[in-house]
C-alpha cells in the first residue's frame, strides 16, 4: 500500500513538473527570433506581431489605441507596412514576453514608452537587453514583476534617453533607497519614481 501511494505522489510530482517545463518550452518557442519574417515584413510589423502573440499591446505612432489582438495587424502585403511604427507597448500580467524575443526590439526607433505591469515573465536578463532602445525609450513603467531584483534594476542606468521611470511593487530589491539614489545619480535628467508596497 505504501509503495503505491509512493507510486502516485511520484507519478503526480512528474506531470506536474512535465507540464512546467512544457509550458516554458512553449514560452520560449513562441518568444523565438525570426530573421526571416523580419526581412518579409520589416521590423515594426514583426515586432507587434511577437508582442501580440505573447499577450501584450502596442500603440502605434499616430493612434490613440493599444492594439492587442493579430487580426488588427496590417495585411503584411500591404504596400503602406512602412507607415506602422510602433510608439509604445505595454505587457501585463497575460503577457509572456521574455528575454528571449527582446531582438525583436532592435531597429523599433519609434518606441518611445514600455509598460511592464505584473508581467511575470520579465526578469533581469530582459531589463539588461532594454539597452537595445536606449537611444529612444523615453518612459519606462515597471508595476509588480516578481522576477526583478536589484541586478535588473541596476541595468536600467544604460537607458540614457529615458525622462521619466516608475517603480512599483519591486519587492526583491534588497536595498531599494541606495538603488534608486543610485538610478537618479547615473540619470540625472530622469524622473524617478519608486512606490513599494510593503
Known sequence: MLRTLQSHIFKQNMIKMNTRYLWQW?????????DDRIKEIGPNLACAEWLMKNGARVKWK???EY?????CLPNPTSIHLKQFLIEQVYAGKEASISHIGFSYFKNCTNISKIEFDGCDSIDNEALSKLNILKDYLIALKINDC?????????????LQALKYLELKNINALSQPEIMIDHLKAKLPECNVQYCSNL
Do not use: R
Not at 512553449?26 to 525570426?34: G, K, M, Q, S, W
Not at 492594439?67 to 487580426?71: A, E, K, L, R, T
Open 67 to 71: 492594439v492587442s489582438h493579430y487580426d
Open 26 to 34: 512553449i514560452d520560449d518557442t513562441f518568444n523565438c527570433l525570426d
Open 146 to 158: 516578481v522576477n526583478i531584483s536589484d541586478q535588473g534594476i541596476k541595468s536600467l542606468e544604460q
Open 62 to 64: 499616430g493612434c490613440k
